[in-house]
């Protein structure tokens, strides 16, 4: 009988190194499945704006976002990455917590932590941001300031005030445009009072 029992463990030994083996296979396809949700999710966190998309108007977000096509307006991105790909048309003022530039942007860069301008970009507009970098070979036409309290302000400023500052800024424009309206039937009264 002591045999059989000492037998039967070595027995077991093998079929159960080769139950773990099975296991361990079972135990790993779980790991490598649960393995890309966490990148699944990180891909979540970066939007994109593919090359044929055109934005016209205040574009804003949550979360890092990379840019192929073409905006026009405003781009706020307060606490998130900005990416302006190769293919990117921006023309726009952008507020992001850091911004690389690939593509073509003309407005003002405003970066709470760091603007990079690639070698591939062409530039026109004003950066403010702590960091700046323009690389060899990029092309930009502007003016930089590495000022963190002006960045602060100007991000601190767009977050709330986009909607009521656009409404300002029309009805300071609409008497402009009205008053030339006005004088013209104006003058014309007045000449042919004259004549």
């Given at each position: 009988m002591?045999?059989?029992?000492?037998?039967?463990?070595p027995?077991?030994?093998?079929?159960s190194?080769?139950?773990?083996?099975?296991s361990?296979?079972?135990d790993?396809?779980?790991v490598?499945?649960?393995?890309?949700?966490?990148a699944a999710?990180q891909r979540?966190d970066t939007?994109v704006?593919g090359?044929?998309?055109?934005i016209?108007g205040?574009?804003?977000?949550q979360?890092?976002?990379?840019?192929?096509g073409?905006?026009?307006?405003t781009?706020?991105?307060?606490s998130?990455t900005?990416?302006i790909?190769?293919?990117?048309?921006?023309?726009?003022n952008?507020?992001?917590?850091?911004?690389y530039?690939?593509?073509t942007?003309d407005?003002d860069?405003?970066g709470a932590?760091q603007?990079?301008?690639r070698?591939?970009?062409?530039?026109?507009?004003?950066i403010t941001s702590?960091?700046v970098s323009?690389?060899d070979?990029?092309s930009f036409?502007?003016?930089?300031?590495m000022?963190?309290?002006?960045v602060?302000?100007a991000?601190?400023g767009?977050?709330a005030?986009?909607?009521?500052?656009?409404p300002v800024?029309a009805v300071q424009?609409?008497?402009?445009?009205?008053?030339p309206?006005q004088s013209?039937?104006?003058?014309s009264?007045a000449?042919s009072?004259?004549?």
């Amino acid at each position: 009988m002591f045999d059989r029992h000492k037998k039967s463990p070595p027995e077991a030994s093998p079929a159960s190194s080769h139950q773990p083996a099975a296991s361990t296979t079972a135990d790993t396809r779980p790991v490598a499945a649960s393995a890309p949700t966490p990148a699944a999710t990180q891909r979540r966190d970066t939007a994109v704006i593919g090359a044929s998309i055109q934005i016209d108007g205040h574009l804003r977000g949550q979360e890092n976002l990379i840019i192929e096509g073409e905006v026009n307006g405003t781009v706020n991105l307060a606490s998130h990455t900005l990416t302006i790909g190769n293919q990117a048309r921006i023309k726009a003022n952008v507020f992001a917590h850091t911004v690389y530039v690939d593509g073509t942007m003309d407005g003002d860069l405003y970066g709470a932590e760091q603007v990079l301008i690639r070698k591939t970009a062409r530039m026109k507009g004003n950066i403010t941001s702590p960091r700046v970098s323009l690389e060899d070979g990029a092309s930009f036409k502007g003016s930089i300031e590495m000022d963190p309290e002006a960045v602060k302000a100007a991000i601190g400023g767009v977050s709330a005030p986009p909607r009521s500052a656009s409404p300002v800024a029309a009805v300071q424009a609409a008497p402009a445009q009205s008053a030339p309206a006005q004088s013209a039937p104006a003058q014309s009264a007045a000449q042919s009072k004259a004549g």
